[in-house]
Structure formats: structure tokens, C-alpha cells
């Protein structure tokens, strides 16, 4: 039996936090939820350190699952 050398793709889930301003003046938790997504994007990082960077391929944000909104945390719905 000869041994291959094998390359393997796994997805990884982890999470980032951002942290930035906006007018939810007047907003349901569910518009704020929505409009932190919409708005998020702007400022989420995925870039990698040098030392894992050669071990993670593309690497994207996907859901939110957390939110406080001054100090207040919002209970996130399946919908959101």
C-alpha cells in the first residue's frame, strides 16, 4: 500500500465582534437588527494572522449572533 498525500478543505466556524455607532433612533429590535447587519459590513475584519493564514481559505462573515445596543442586549430571532 503507498501512502498519498491528501489535502482537505474543512469549514471552521468562530465568531468576531465589531464595535461601531449608528442612529437607531425610533427602531424596533428587529430594525436594529437589521440595519446593524446592513451597516456591519463596513466594519467586520476577517483578515487572518500570519501564523494561521496559510490554514484558512477565504474567510467570510455569516450571521450575527449577538447584539447590545447600549449597554442593552437584544434577543436575536431566527428571522434575524
Known amino acids: 500500500?503507498?501512502?498519498a498525500n491528501i489535502i482537505a478543505?474543512?469549514?471552521?466556524?468562530a465568531g468576531t465582534t465589531v464595535e461601531f455607532e449608528?442612529?437607531?433612533e425610533g427602531m424596533t429590535?428587529?430594525?436594529?437588527?437589521?440595519?446593524?447587519?446592513?451597516?456591519?459590513g463596513d466594519h467586520i475584519d476577517?483578515?487572518?494572522?500570519?501564523?494561521?493564514?496559510?490554514?484558512?481559505v477565504d474567510?467570510?462573515?455569516q450571521e450575527l449572533t449577538?447584539?447590545?445596543?447600549d449597554?442593552?442586549?437584544?434577543?436575536l430571532t431566527e428571522e434575524d
Open 9 to 13: 478543505t474543512f469549514a471552521v466556524y
Open 29 to 40: 429590535d428587529q430594525e436594529i437588527a437589521e440595519a446593524v447587519e446592513a451597516a456591519s
Open 59 to 61: 474567510p467570510e462573515a
Open 71 to 75: 449597554g442593552r442586549d437584544i434577543e
Open 66 to 69: 449577538g447584539l447590545t445596543v
Open 46 to 56: 476577517t483578515r487572518l494572522c500570519h501564523q494561521c493564514a496559510h490554514n484558512v
Open 22 to 24: 449608528l442612529d437607531v
Open 1 to 3: 500500500m503507498s501512502r
